[in-house]
């Protein structure tokens, strides 16, 4: 079956930690997206990339980093510098040439800073 | 910036009772989606509107789109407890090509009572 595969599910990090949460998608999708959910408010966007080797800030890039080496990973980068990194991360992708922006998301990686 | 603004955040009805949930951007929008995730989940696609004043159907489910294409409503008639989870919508980001740069509104977390 096609679709997005996010891990860790959970992950634990101490402060001054760095951590890579890993995403792939099997649906031959162009455009990768890396969004941030706390409770209570709505999905904002950490990062996206359109094609391979090429990346966008979103909304809340600070303390993030990603790569796009190949079409069908998009692994983000927790940072140390985040501030405030416990959250919910939901990796998405979507079609490009039409007009749709249809995101499908992945089952999302749940990161508790201890 | 763009804000997209969605009421109410909590809502309970009991089951067999309607259920509307409110969407109001600050700017136009080329298009406006939808998306639900129900508890311990992921987002998951529900429809796309493109046209001024479109209105679609799905089942028990009705999508609106403004004539200003700023604001959208979905109505759930006589829910069931499948329905539980929040509603989300989602306005393209202002400018650029990539279609998957939304905007989510806070959501609206639908509880049903049997």
């Known amino acids: 079956d096609g679709g997005i595969t996010q891990s860790p599910k959970y992950l634990f990090r101490k402060e001054g930690q760095n951590v890579t949460l890993s995403c792939e998608q099997n649906l031959n999708h162009d455009a990768m997206y890396w969004y941030r959910q706390d409770p209570g408010q709505g999905l904002r966007l950490i990062y996206y990339s359109q094609i391979v080797n090429d990346f966008q800030k979103g909304d809340i890039a600070e303390g993030y980093s990603v790569s796009r080496e190949k079409k069908e990973s998009f692994p983000l980068t927790v940072t140390s510098a985040q501030k405030n990194p416990t959250a919910f991360y939901l990796c998405?992708?979507?079609?490009?040439?039409?007009?749709?922006?249809?995101?499908?998301f992945g089952e999302g990686s749940r990161l508790t800073v201890l | 910036g763009q804000q997209v603004m969605q009421i109410p955040q909590y809502q309970h009805v009991q089951e067999g009772e309607d259920f509307t949930t409110y969407c109001n951007s600050s700017?136009?929008?080329?298009?406006i989606q939808w998306y639900k995730q129900r508890p311990g989940g992921h987002p998951v696609f529900l429809i796309q509107?493109?046209?001024?004043?479109e209105v679609k159907k799905q089942k028990r489910l009705t999508f609106q789109f403004g004539e200003a294409k700023k604001n959208s409503s979905l109505h759930i008639t006589a829910t069931q407890t499948t329905d539980v989870g929040t509603y989300f919508c989602a306005g393209p980001k202002a400018g650029g090509t990539s279609y998957g740069k939304l905007t989510f509104g806070q959501g609206t977390i639908l509880t049903v009572h049997p």
């Open positions: 509107l493109v046209k001024s004043g």
């Open positions: 998405a992708s979507s079609r490009t040439g039409d007009n749709t922006g249809e995101l499908f």
């Open positions: 700017t136009t929008l080329s298009n």
